[in-house]
C-alpha cells in the first residue's frame, strides 16, 4: 500500500467533563519602572484551584523555571486582574493601575473569582506596587 498512511491517528483523551480547564496568563512583575516582567502560561482547574493555590503553582514555577531566576529574589505575594478576553485592556503596558481587580481571598476559587479562559493576570509585590502606583514614571 504505497502512499497510504498505515499509522492511526493520535487518539487524544478529553477531559472529565467536570473539569472546568482554561488558559490563563499571569504576568510576574520584577520591576514596575522597567517595566521587567514575564509571563507564564497556565492550564489550571478553575472550579477547583483556589487563589492561594495558583500563587503557589506560581511561585513553585520562579524557583524551579531557568527562565524566571532573576526573580527568584522578589517576594511575589499579590495577584491583580489585568485584562480578560474580549475586555478592555489598560493604557499602561505592565499592570492594571485601577482600583479594583485585586484578587484578595486566598480561599475563594478561580471560579468564584471570575476567572475564565484568557484572562491575563499581574503577579506582583504589594509594596512595590504601592509605590509605583503613587508616580506612575517609567524610566524607559
Known amino acids: 500500500m504505497a502512499g497510504q498512511n498505515t499509522n492511526p491517528a493520535p487518539v487524544v483523551e478529553s477531559l472529565p467533563k467536570d473539569l472546568q480547564t482554561c488558559t490563563i496568563t ?4 520584577k520591576n514596575f519602572e522597567y517595566r521587567n516582567s514575564r509571563n507564564l ?63 484578595l481571598d486566598d480561599r475563594a476559587t478561580l471560579e468564584f473569582a471570575g476567572i475564565r479562559s484568557e484572562t491575563e493576570l499581574s503577579l506582583f509585590n504589594m509594596v512595590a506596587y504601592d509605590e509605583y502606583a503613587k508616580s506612575p514614571n517609567n524610566k524607559w
Do not use: M, P
Not at 26 to 29: A, F, S
Not at 68 to 89: E, S, V
Open 26 to 29: 499571569v504576568r510576574v512583575i
Open 41 to 103: 502560561i497556565l492550564n489550571v482547574d478553575t472550579a477547583r484551584i483556589t487563589i492561594g493555590e495558583l500563587k503557589d503553582i506560581c511561585r513553585e514555577h520562579i524557583a524551579s523555571d531557568a527562565k524566571f531566576k532573576i526573580f527568584r529574589g522578589i517576594k511575589f505575594d499579590t495577584l491583580k486582574l489585568y485584562t480578560q478576553a474580549f475586555g478592555n485592556k489598560s493604557q499602561n503596558l505592565i499592570i492594571n493601575l485601577g482600583k479594583d481587580g485585586f484578587l
